[in-house]
């Protein structure tokens, strides 16, 4: 149990300084110990309120024209993602995953050095929104409708709002298909309550580190380590 709040804290210390990366983080850190059919679902409650919060902050700032088909899709992808996390060997997932966190690690570090912005394409969006329901449904990472709509907002805040907005609506699904699928326990359940003010000790620290520490320099680094894990968990599950 130490090794989940000291992940919860770490993940969470990246989610209030970047913005973003507590997903890949968390699961990352228990992949190696543990099953992702056990850690999904813990994350899930765990990220929650920030998306609740979040939305409602960054309210004004939705754009319904990104917002709405970004949730059909990410819906769409969810639900082969989570008859993939309940009934595939969990030894693939670790290799699929570690994969995926190679990918989206790249993705994320080609953007983070790029200073292009990218014109909003249906064709790539809904490619990007199956593929991220997908994610979300088997990890709950959404890097890759982050990356999307990173590039198709003018700002911070209109960022956030229609990330937050779409992992909303997409996390109450999922939450959804987790109990009917029995993926989400009593047990589960508790144990993520039990977590929460790690959660919360790893927020407080984040945003107050955002205010000493280089964002972009902290960013890059996150990454490279995401990708270094990525490889290990790949080498380790085979």
């Known amino acids: 149990m130490i090794w989940w709040m000291v992940s919860a804290v770490a993940a ?32 899930l409650i765990l990220g929650y309120p920030t998306n609740i919060i979040l939305t409602w902050r960054e309210r004004k700032s939705i754009k319904w024209n990104i917002c709405l088909p970004s949730i059909l899709l990410v819906i769409l992808g969810s639900i082969p993602g989570v008859l993939f996390l309940k009934n595939v060997d969990s030894r693939i997932v670790k290799i699929i995953f570690g994969a995926v966190i190679i990918f989206v690690g790249l993705e994320m570090l080609v ?31 959404g890097a890759l409708m982050g990356a999307y709509i990173g590039r198709v907002t003018d700002d911070t805040s209109s960022f956030k709002a229609n990330m937050c907005c779409v992992f909303l609506v997409e996390n109450t699904f999922r939450l959804i298909m987790y109990l009917v699928t029995d993926i989400l326990s009593a047990e589960i359940f508790r144990q993520a309550l039990s977590l929460l003010p ?19 320099l902290v960013k890059r680094l996150i990454v490279i380590m995401l990708i270094i894990s990525g490889a290990a968990l790949i080498l380790s599950s085979l």
């Not at 983070?112 to 990890?139: F, M, N």
């Open 12 to 43: 969470y210390f990246v989610k209030g300084l970047c913005g973003f990366g507590s997903t890949l983080v968390f699961t990352t850190m228990l992949s190696f110990s543990n099953n992702n059919i056990n850690i999904s679902p813990v994350e």
């Open 111 to 141: 953007r983070e050095l790029s200073t292009r912005k990218a014109k909003q394409s249906p064709v790539l969006l809904g490619i990007v929104g199956l593929l991220s329901g997908l994610l979300c449904g088997l990890y709950g990472i």
């Open 198 to 216: 790690f959660m919360f000790i790893g927020v407080g620290l984040g945003i107050f580190s955002g205010k000493v520490l280089d964002e972009k």
